[in-house]
């Protein structure tokens, strides 16, 4: 089960990420607001984003899937990352997007969130991909909203309780 990167939107490139990334992705993993409502402790130095964005090279070497940096077409810009991934032991797909703070509000989660669902049914064949997120995270509550995701429960993950929301494949027309 792979994803053929790079996937192309209207405004965005999403590629694998690369260790260059850290630099600029340290700007969101070492930010405390953009990564308030997720597990873990943030990234202190870029080496220490560095290594998690090895961790996930190495998880799309090894699984198809992982998170990939994203990339606005206008400028060149890393503006944050994204990607699908297993979901524990059950065989389900998550889809998850962030976005580093100085580009909120330009709907680039939503793009590609949204076209990563996409990619999903079509590449993955999956019938279902779920997203989650903190119960106080509103925002990313209404994103999923936005792109025709819906609340379908809560569930525990990593010791804390997530809202989840679910894309279901579209029947054939």
Avoid: C
């Avoid at 700007?27 to 873990?40: F, I, K, N, R």
């Avoid at 990234?43 to 964005?53: F, L, Y």
């Avoid at 019938?127 to 994103?143: F, K």
């Amino acid at each position: 089960m792979s994803v053929r990167l790079p996937i192309e939107t209207e405004r965005l490139i999403i590629r694998p990420l690369e260790l260059d990334d850290a630099v600029a992705l340290h700007d969101l993993y070492g930010d405390p607001e953009a990564m308030q409502h997720l597990v873990g402790d943030i990234a202190k130095t870029v080496d220490q984003s560095r290594e998690w964005i090895a961790a996930k090279i190495d998880l799309h070497s090894r699984t198809g899937l992982s998170m990939w940096a994203v990339i606005a077409k206008a400028t060149g810009d890393v503006v944050g990352d994204a990607g699908l991934q297993r979901l524990g032991d059950a065989g389900l797909i998550e889809v998850a997007a962030r976005m580093r703070r100085r580009f909120w509000g330009n709907g680039y989660g939503r793009e590609a969130a949204e076209a990563l669902i996409r990619i999903g049914f079509e590449q993955l064949g999956v019938e279902r991909i779920v997203g989650l997120t903190a119960p106080e995270n509103v925002a990313a509550q209404r994103a999923m909203g936005d792109i025709g995701m819906r609340p379908v429960g809560l569930q525990r993950h990593w010791e804390r309780t997530w809202v989840v929301y679910e894309a279901l494949r579209p029947l054939p027309s």
